[in-house]
């Protein structure tokens, strides 16, 4: 696998993608945010919080948020390891992408 660590400032709004081939388990270290994901028919919201982990299997697509005043930190784990640029495509979001 491949490990990243992930910063998002307070307010920020990522672009919302989706993986190819690879599947993510993340761990919210610090901050607060909430993260929009869809697979197939399923569709939810989760409160992002400090010591929360969830998972992304392949093709779910994603987008996550800051809220609050302080920034959102989390690490993802992907399996199998990162491939290449091409790996995440751009989907249409829940919210308007920041950065």
């Known amino acids: ?6 910063t998002l ?3 920020a709004v990522a672009k919302a ?3 190819r081939t690879i599947e993510e388990v ?3 270290v610090s901050g607060r945010g909430r993260m929009w994901r869809r697979l197939g028919s399923q569709e939810e919201v989760v409160e992002l919080r400090a010591g929360l982990s969830l998972t992304l299997p392949a093709g779910t697509q994603f987008q996550f948020r800051a809220d609050g ?4 930190c989390a690490v993802g ?3 199998p390891p990162w491939p290449g640029d ?4 751009p ?3 829940r919210w308007q992408a920041t950065v």
Do not use: C, N, R, T
């Not at 696998?1 to 992930?6: C, N, T, V």
């Not at 005043?69 to 959102?72: E, T, V």
């Open 17 to 19: 993608v989706a993986h």
């Open 26 to 28: 993340w761990f919210v």
């Open 77 to 79: 784990v992907a399996m």
């Open 86 to 89: 091409d790996e995440a495509y």
């Open 91 to 93: 989907v249409e979001g």
């Open 1 to 6: 696998g491949s490990m990243a660590h992930f």
């Open 69 to 72: 005043d302080q920034p959102l």
């Open 9 to 11: 400032a307070p307010g």
